[in-house]
């Protein structure tokens, strides 16, 4: 099938209705799916919302022993998954088998561990009003709406996905247009007889995403850029549908003059460089310490000369994305063009396929888009700075604020520096793993998202929280009701100073 009939006359052009999807590491195609209109996604959320009052009502523990047997599953298809994953995104199969499959293995278990406790009510103290009882439900929302990026496609659809269905949610999944297939393999982890239209998978660009939008799920999480984001909010305003966004990030590595400087360079390098830097929260930008600098950037040169690139056991594949390229020579152009040197690489390798060269830069300051924008490429630029103050101060300078990381010899420094760091997350010294603690809540601060996955935050958010009070004992009528005693007015005045005035208060944990 063709995307367009009637090549060379325009009025016979047709919206195309399927999507392509190819190898990035040879350019060769691979499937084609269908581009799902907006009614077709509307019957995708009937159908899950027909089934999501019965899986909410089955309980955590049904639940939980659904979402082990699909974990099973997966660990049995962990081979066919690999190569699902590694033909759509050129990735080596390690990184897919290490950052896709086991990072979703933790998910599940973190909140087949966890998620009865998280989600169970809570007793709330009433205060003045001891003759009731209060306490906190957490009820699942829906059907939430999963909208997520080519990068990590089986890890960023899989875990709010999993997270909404440990919470009693069902879910209807757009996968990113570039990786279609990947979504399509999760649709058959979830294909049982029991649970069958529990996750719904719809294949399609934007306007499938958008019509996900405004089709009347309860949440939309979206991952993805900080441009579409925002149209992902803006859609949402209209029917007031709360999002939960995981968007871009330029993510600043301080490295100290007191780092362990060879454990700072392998970190950077395989911080910039894993997935081909196609990670939100690869090692965007550094900044080091003068004193360190000149031995920090010749061992990261000689480390990233020695990165293996695609083949069998290599140490990083291909870039996904066609345009993601092109805003990396971008990037790079504009950088040398105010001044910037390339130490390393440069340039696409010349062979079929998205092959880039990992890249080392210097002479960089924040006038440069390689500074301040998301490049999600292999490219690692250097600034050598000052102090860590300064450091400090150029990390916070961003409309971004996902991942972190500072390195430093001095625990209280390096705690100092990450309390003292914008951004949703920080490693010291350490980049991106973060992530793989799944009881942390991960997102962003600023442009970088709204919201969290991961660890109890992550799981509540796909919940709605009802608040109930009721009766401690049978009262025929409250103090405060109709008509009001005549000297209630007294009365208030002397309960308040008996109960509060001058009285010591300490934090609780209630
Ligand atoms: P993208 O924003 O282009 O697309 C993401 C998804 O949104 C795709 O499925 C796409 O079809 C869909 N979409 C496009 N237009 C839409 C619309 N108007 N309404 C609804 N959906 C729409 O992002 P991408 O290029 O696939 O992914 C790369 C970006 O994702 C980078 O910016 C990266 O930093 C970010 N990202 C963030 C995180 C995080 O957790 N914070 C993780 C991975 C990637």
């Known amino acids: 099938m063709s995307l367009t009939s009637g090549a060379g006359t325009d009025q016979a052009r047709v919206p195309p209705e399927v999507i392509e999807t190819r190898d990035p590491r040879t350019d060769t ?80 278990e973190w909140y087949a561990r966890n998620a009865e406790r998280v989600l169970a009510d809570r007793a709330v103290a009433p205060g003045t009003l001891a003759h009731k009882r209060a306490w906190v439900r957490h009820e699942p929302l829906g059907v939430v709406g999963v909208i997520s990026p080519w990068n990590y496609p089986f890890t960023l659809s899989m875990t709010p996905l999993v997270s909404a269905l440990f919470a009693g949610n069902a879910v209807v999944l757009k996968p990113s247009e570039v990786t279609p297939t990947v979504g399509l393999a999760i649709a058959e982890l979830f294909d049982d007889d029991r649970w069958g239209n529990l996750v719904q998978v719809v294949t399609g660009g934007g306007a499938t995403g958008e ?42 590595m301080i490295v100290c003059a007191d780092a362990d400087v060879e454990r700072a360079a392998r970190g950077a390098v395989w911080g910039a460089f894993q997935n081909s830097g196609q990670t939100c929260m690869s090692v965007e930008r550094v900044y080091v310490e003068r004193a360190v600098a000149d031995e920090f950037i010749r061992r990261v040169v000689v480390l990233t000369g020695d990165i293996r690139h695609g083949g069998s056991g290599g140490d990083i594949g291909s870039m996904t994305f066609a345009p993601q390229v092109d805003v990396v020579e971008a990037h790079l152009a504009d950088a040398v063009g105010k001044g910037a040197r390339v130490l390393v690489g440069g340039s696409r390798i010349e062979r079929r396929g998205l092959w880039f060269e990992p890249t080392v830069v210097v002479d960089v300051d924040h006038r440069m888009d390689l500074m301040t924008e998301e490049t999600f490429g292999p490219v690692l630029p250097i600034m050598v700075v000052d102090d860590a ?83 401690r004992f049978a009262v025929p009528r409250e103090p405060w009701w109709f008509p009001v005693p005549r000297h209630l007015d007294r009365l208030a005045v002397l309960g308040m100073r008996l109960r509060f005035r001058r009285r010591r208060v300490r934090s609780s944990h209630s």
């Not at 209109?37 to 995708?44: F, T």
């Not at 999480?221 to 990030?249: H, Q, Y």
């Open 29 to 108: 195609l691979l499937a084609v799916v269908p581009d799902q209109p907006a009614h077709e996604v509307r019957s995708a959320v009937a159908r899950a919302r027909a089934v999501a009052p019965v899986w909410a009502a089955a309980g955590p523990r049904q639940r939980r022993d659904h979402l082990l047997a699909v974990r099973d599953r997966l660990i049995d298809r962990a081979e066919l998954l690999t190569e699902t994953i590694v033909a759509e995104t050129g990735k080596q199969p390690a990184e897919a088998l290490t950052t896709e499959l086991m990072a979703v293995c933790e998910t599940i």
């Open 211 to 252: 019509a996900l939008v405004r089709s009347g799920v309860d949440k939309v999480v979206f991952t993805g850029s900080v441009a579409t984001g925002k149209r992902v909010m803006a859609a949402a305003a209209d029917t007031l549908t709360p999002v939960l966004l995981e968007l871009g990030g330029k993510d600043p």
């Open 389 to 471: 103050e300064e450091a400090l101060r150029l990390a916070n300078d961003s409309r971004y604020g996902l991942n972190s990381s500072v390195w430093t010899g001095d625990r209280a420094r390096g705690e100092d520096l990450a309390a003292r760091i914008q951004a949703g997350n920080v490693c010291i010294n350490d980049c991106i793993v973060s992530y793989a603690i799944c009881g942390l809540p991960f997102g962003g601060v600023k442009e970088s998202g709204i919201g969290r996955v991961h660890g109890p935050e992550g799981l509540l958010e796909f919940t709605a929280t009802k608040s109930v009070m009721a009766p």
